[in-house]
T-cell receptor, first 116, second 114 residues
Framework: NAGVTQTPKFQVLKTGQSMTLQCAQDMNHNSMYWYRQDPGMGLRLIYYSASEGTTDKGEVPNGYNVSRLNKREFSLRLESAAPSQTSVYFC???????????????FGPGTRLLVL | AQKITQTQPGMFVQEKEAVTLDCTYDTSDPSYGLFWYKQPSSGEMIFLIYQGSYDQQNATEGRYSLNFQKARKSANLVISASQLGDSAMYFCATHYDQGGKLIFGQGTELSVKP
């Protein structure tokens, strides 16, 4: 059971470089999410996709773009990386965006990103 | 606006004892869910337990139970018979706006002593 997978696990970028973080889930979930976690803090939502074909901004969307490629895959793109984007990035998925236990989000292992 | 508060940055507990991790929330939604996640030093986020605001009983999952006091807006996690493997960060979360978006507390670091 793979669950939610993320690539890469670790990445070092120089300021101004771009990159795409990949996320895939094999649980047939409808909703997918991208979070960032900074030291000593909880997770903050960057973008989410309630269902295939839709995306929307979360709490901290500036500097990021997303693509819901299909039901399984949801990518996060940094067009011009900045040191402030150094963080651990988590992808998550849930069966449905609302409605009891079905809204439980399951997380990938995370991507550690360092921007120099 | 929705808010989650975890007031205990760090907690210590003796192995085999019970421990309560505090979580208070503030939401304007009439219906909501509360979640607890565990984050061990390896970094992954592990779902532990869910409580719906209209659930009549407190949620339980093995050694984890949720002390849900709706009037006080608290959803404390109780871990019974602590084990060394319970040492981790614990996060409480609830929704904000709609669409399943979660807002997390800052977490409590639990250390279990042998």
């Amino acid at each position: 059971n793979a669950g939610v997978t993320q690539t890469p696990k670790f990445q070092v970028l120089k300021t101004g470089q771009s990159m795409t973080l990949q996320c895939a889930q094999d649980m047939n979930h409808n909703s997918m999410y991208w979070y960032r976690q900074d030291p000593g803090m909880g997770l903050r939502l960057i973008y989410y996709s309630a269902s295939e074909g839709t995306t929307d901004k979360g709490e901290v969307p500036n500097g990021y773009n997303v693509s819901r490629l299909n039901k399984r895959e949801f990518s996060l793109r940094l067009e011009s990386a900045a040191p402030s984007q150094t963080s651990v990035y988590f992808c998550a998925s849930s069966e449905n965006p609302s409605g009891g236990l079905q809204e439980t989000q399951y997380f990938g292992p995370g991507t550690r990103l360092l921007v120099l | 606006a929705q808010k989650i508060t975890q007031t205990q940055p760090g907690m210590f507990v003796q192995e085999k004892e019970a421990v309560t991790l505090d979580c208070t929330y503030d939401t304007s939604d009439p219906s909501y869910g509360l979640f607890w996640y565990k984050q061990p030093s390896s970094g992954e986020m592990i779902f532990l337990i869910y409580q719906g605001s209209y659930d009549q009983q407190n949620a339980t999952e093995g050694r984890y139970s949720l002390n849900f006091q709706k009037a006080r807006k608290s959803a404390n996690l109780v871990i019974s018979a602590s084990q060394l493997g319970d040492s981790a960060m614990y996060f409480c979360a609830t929704h904000y706006d709609q669409g399943g978006k979660l807002i997390f507390g800052q977490g409590t670091e639990l250390s279990v002593k042998p």
